[in-house]
């Protein structure tokens, strides 16, 4: 081995091992000296020593004493340049004030010792966000695949969706936007957030919008926060807050829209990290979106094929025809005077539609019998709204009608069918649709009796009383 490979090796090896050789080596000649001095003492009985000899020994300590000078320097010197090595490390991890206070101890150790100290808080730190940052994509992937497997109610789960990414990367709003093809346009689908400036009627421009290049290459977009110049030179709208990032809607390589999250409650840009986690909320939301749309369309084409089974057990009785489409305009002009929402509003026009589905199940000589019915075919008569139940119960998206298509000839005082139930035991929508039912059937003819004038048809409903619900029949009588 070389001279020089072994000195390098030499300078590479622990502190510790250059520490245990130097020593050894200043050791070696005042043990010397002394064993020298020993022997004499113990052969002579005193120490006898010339001038020539204590020269010598002079020299010699002299020398041993410069070895360890050395030596022991060129430790230190490693040790202080380790030093300052990790001075320059930390500078890259602390703010310059944290450096300025440990740099100021005159103490070479001691700025060693609360450098590496400083290192390790700010590594454990480090380790603490990263397993914060994990939690928290795998809180948002949770609760993303959560609402995609029991989605009902999609406008509430996108809300989930914003409420939790907005939540985890410490954003201040977020917007969905949909791309209406046709119209080369994206319009406002869901908004949450903070000093929003963007309407839920908003629609923009596809050409004008910053978010065309994201639509065309099908990636995500980082603006970061710029001066208000800059910002205008590239920015035609000033309704979203910078920073700003957003990710496109994909299923099977289409764009559905853009999911955009606007400014941050840290005085931080967004990061590449923050643009790969709303990547892949977008492309699930995109999912959810497109299996909602498919839904939709599956819940039309069941909806359809019932609602012309109902049409064909109504054109069976000339006398009802008509009697579908005339009842859904009364409850829906009832539920809109009782001030209903939406979706209770679908409800009952669709259940309107479907009541008296159970029909295709009874016989036509009783269903198109020319004069009253008798008592057994009252009784196979009033199986119709059961029938019509398990009609619509098989189809699961239909089942939030089951209990209006069950319960529509019930009155509140009992003596209803099929499970003759009493008073608050009926609800409203129920109670709508019966009477919308029944005044329809008055003012219809009807084999066995004329149809009944309005006056005639409130008297009549009127003197139904406690088996009807009276405030429903006010309304009714309001409007016709």
Not at 7 to 24: A, D, H, Y
Not at 408 to 415: A, M, P, Q, R, S
Request: with cysteine; hydrophobic share 40%.
């Amino acid at each position: 081995m070389s001279k020089k490979s072994k000195m390098t090796s030499f300078e590479k090896s622990p502190l510790i091992s250059q520490f245990n050789i130097f020593f050894i080596l200043i050791s070696v000649i005042p043990l010397g000296i002394l064993w020298y001095i020993y022997f004499q003492i113990k052969e002579s009985g005193s120490l006898q020593i010339t001038v020539d000899n204590f020269t010598i020994t002079l020299i010699l300590v002299v020398i041993g004493v410069a070895v360890g000078y050395f030596a022991m320097n060129m430790v230190l010197k490693r040790l202080l340049r380790l030093t300052k090595e990790n001075q320059n490390v930390l500078q890259d991890f602390l703010d310059d004030e944290k450096v300025v206070e440990i740099q100021s101890s005159s103490n070479e150790v001691a700025v060693l010792t609360k450098t590496f100290s400083e290192i390790r808080s700010k590594l454990e730190q480090n380790v603490e966000k990263l397993e914060m940052a994990k939690s928290t994509l795998q809180t948002v992937l949770a609760k993303v695949g959560e609402g995609i497997s029991s989605v009902q109610n999609i406008d509430a789960f996108l809300e989930l969706i914003f409420e939790t990414i907005v939540d985890a990367v410490g954003a201040k709003s977020g917007i969905l936007l949909f791309l209406d093809s046709e119209k080369s346009e994206l319009y406002v689908r869901t908004l949450l957030g903070e000093n929003l400036k963007i309407k839920q009627s908003d629609r923009f421009k596809l050409s004008e919008s910053i978010f065309e290049a994201v639509i065309e290459t099908k990636e995500s977009l980082i603006i970061p926060r710029m001066e208000s110049v800059a910002l205008k030179s590239i920015v035609k709208q000033d309704c979203f807050e910078f920073p700003l990032v957003c990710a496109p809607l994909l299923v099977h390589d289409k764009v559905l829209g853009l999911i955009v999250i606007c400014g941050r409650k840290i005085d931080t840009n967004f990061t590449h990290d923050d643009a790969s986690l709303l990547t892949s909320i977008a492309t699930q939301t995109a999912v959810a979106v497109e299996n909602d749309r498919l839904n939709l369309d599956a819940e039309k084409t069941y909806f359809d094929i019932i609602s012309a089974l109902a049409l064909a057990v109504e054109a069976k009785d000339p006398y009802s025809r008509g009697h579908l489409d005339r009842v859904s305009d009364y409850a829906l002009k009832i539920a809109e005077e009782f001030g209903l929402n939406d979706e209770d509003k679908k409800l009952l026009r669709d259940a309107a539609r479907l009541h008296d589905l159970g029909k295709i199940g009874i016989t036509d000589d009783i269903l198109s019998k020319n004069g009253p019915l008798t008592e057994q075919e009252w009784v196979v008569m009033r199986n119709h709204p059961e029938i019509g139940e398990g009609i619509v119960k098989s189809v699961k998206s239909l089942s939030g009608l089951c209990d209006i298509v069950r319960h529509h000839h019930e009155k509140l005082d009992g003596t209803g069918y099929p499970d003759g139930l009493r008073g608050d035991e009926i609800s409203l929508l129920v109670r709508i649709l019966a009477v919308a039912d029944i005044c329809d059937a008055l003012m219809t003819n009807r084999p066995y009796r004329r149809a009944l004038s309005i006056d005639e048809t409130k008297k009549t409903l009127r003197e139904m009383g406690e088996k009807i619900d009276q405030k429903v029949v006010d309304t009714l009588i309001s409007i016709l």
